[in-house]
């Protein structure tokens, strides 16, 4: 669904506006209103269909099934989440999945020999994922995310609403939510899990770069293991990009 142009205002101003009239509703209330509010505009969710992805797909189904489904296919995902997705996919009857895989001339260029994650870790997400995703994105005002303010130090402060580079909106609707609030929602509902969870992955990424989690640890402990790198560059933080140098090496 493509912009129209009806947003004149900026967009700080327009999720300082979203903030404030959300402030006290829950995450459903967020999506059941704030996906027909004017002043956020065309959104897709965006989603890895990982360890807690079904919850907020769940709820995005039953409130608004139209919401277009964005799933990056990095080709370097487990097998287990590619067999999750098209469960969930079925399961959960969402009617527009799409699919997003970085074009293979650019990853033939960039990563002929699919080593570059070995050396570069920052320029490899670019390529597959961050690229990819932000060609996905242009029709859209906004988008849908799953990040929680539990799952590290650096999304403790994250809000309903965030300005994306004063270009587009960032929506989440879990943002308060906690693990047991996750693990009550999945077993009311009665939602399968992605297979990796009980083998101690409880954030899930592309197979080379994601580790078991250890007791104690931090739930994303295992993204990137060992590198100061805690997110894959998709996300802003405090209104900053967390991306890569478009040509790092």
């Keep these: 669904m493509p912009r129209d142009g009806r947003h004149e205002g900026p967009v700080a101003e327009r999720v300082a506006t979203l903030n404030a009239r959300y402030k006290h509703h829950s995450a459903t209330a967020v999506l059941e209103h704030a996906l027909a509010d004017h002043d956020l505009g065309?959104?897709?969710?965006?989603?890895s269909f990982?360890?807690?992805?079904?919850?907020?797909?769940?709820?995005v189904s039953v409130i608004a099934p139209e919401t277009p489904v964005l799933f990056i296919d990095t080709r370097m995902l487990f097998q287990?989440?590619?067999?999750?997705q098209r469960e969930l996919a079925e399961k959960l009857h969402l009617c527009d999945v799409r699919t997003i895989r970085a074009a293979q001339p650019r990853v033939a260029f960039e990563d002929p020999d699919n080593t570059l994650h070995q050396f570069n870790t920052d320029a490899c997400?670019?390529?597959?994922?961050?690229?990819?995703?932000?060609?996905?994105?242009?029709?859209?005002?906004?988008?849908?995310?799953g990040r929680k303010r539990f799952q590290n130090a650096d999304r403790g402060t994250i809000d309903f609403f965030e300005n994306e580079g004063d270009f587009r909106i960032k929506v989440n609707p879990l943002a308060h939510w906690g693990r047991e609030d996750l693990e009550e929602y999945?077993?009311?509902?009665?939602l399968p899990r992605h297979p990796l969870v009980a083998k101690g992955y409880p954030s899930i990424g592309c197979a080379p770069c994601t580790s078991p989690v250890k007791?104690?640890?931090?739930?994303?402990a295992g993204r990137w293991r060992g590198q100061a790198k805690t997110e894959c560059g998709i996300h802003f933080i405090d209104g900053k990009a967390v991306?890569?140098?478009?040509?790092?090496?």
């Design 243 to 249: 991306r890569p140098k478009e040509n790092a090496a």
């Design 215 to 220: 007791p104690g640890e931090d739930p994303r």
């Design 125 to 145: 997400c670019n390529v597959r994922k961050v690229e990819p995703l932000e060609r996905a994105l242009a029709p859209f005002d906004g988008w849908i995310t």
């Design 186 to 190: 999945m077993v009311e509902n009665r």
């Design 42 to 47: 065309q959104v897709a969710l965006v989603s």
């Design 80 to 84: 287990e989440t590619l067999d999750y």
């Design 50 to 59: 990982g360890a807690e992805s079904v919850v907020l797909l769940h709820l």
